[in-house]
């Protein structure tokens, strides 16, 4: 059976939108979007979450710790779990924290390391004819309480799709803006809520329904 792996954070974990900074809860697979996605691409397919709360497209978090560094991430599961042969990454949100200084060209440079890692020769080796989905994630909205940590995301956001559609063209790779038919909950202004996660999910099985 082909196998897909989705990589990329707290939004691709399932993280229910958090009424506290201390909230973990996390949706069912049912619910999450790629079991949705994986339930509508049916039966013949296997799939690998591979989502991490706070993780970044290539920044060691000072506060969470540099295993959050995506590029780390992206070799450690695609060395995991060969061979893989449709690739989801969604990542970005979380560059979007104050800390990070953030702009949508250095969070599409980030992006572009991933896409680095994903297309190299090495990779190539390992999971042969590998084909890539990049989805950008929605906007953040500066709401909730984990507002003080992406206090001025919601002047970079808005530039991601059309910076990182155009990295997905040059590079060749399939693009999903996640933003066209989903919004974060207004609870955190991160987080998807359920009905989100049932939207991103049927539109990535579909965007990869034309990939294959």
């Known amino acids: 059976m082909p196998v897909i792996l989705t990589f990329g954070d707290s939004n691709t974990h399932g993280s229910v939108p958090m009424t506290t900074a201390e909230d973990r809860r996390r949706f069912g697979h049912d619910i999450r979007?790629?079991?949705?996605?994986?339930?509508?691409?049916?039966?013949?397919?296997?799939?690998?979450?591979?989502?991490?709360p706070g993780r970044t497209t290539c920044r060691d978090d000072p506060v969470m710790g540099a295993h959050m560094n995506g590029q780390t991430g992206l070799r450690?599961?695609?060395?995991?779990?060969?061979p893989v042969d449709v690739l989801t990454i969604m990542l970005g949100t979380n560059d979007l924290k104050t800390r990070f200084a953030p702009t949508a060209q250095r969070i599409t440079a980030g992006v572009a390391g991933l896409l680095d890692i994903a297309g190299s020769a090495e990779v190539a080796a390992r999971h042969?004819?590998?084909?890539?989905?990049?989805i950008c994630p929605p906007p953040v909205v500066e709401t909730g309480p984990i507002r003080d940590e992406f206090l001025g995301a919601e002047a970079v956001g808005p530039d991601l799709p059309r910076s990182l559609s155009a990295l997905a063209q040059a590079r060749g790779v399939a693009f999903l803006d996640a933003g066209a038919t989903i919004a974060v909950s207004p609870v955190d202004g991160v987080h998807f809520d359920q009905d989100a996660h049932a939207t991103l999910g049927r539109d990535v099985a579909a965007a990869i329904d034309r990939l294959v």
């Open 128 to 134: 042969p004819g590998l084909r890539l989905l990049l």
């Open 33 to 52: 979007w790629p079991g949705v996605m994986a339930a509508a691409l049916g039966p013949g397919w296997t799939l690998i979450e591979e989502g991490l």
């Open 76 to 82: 450690i599961a695609l060395a995991s779990h060969a």
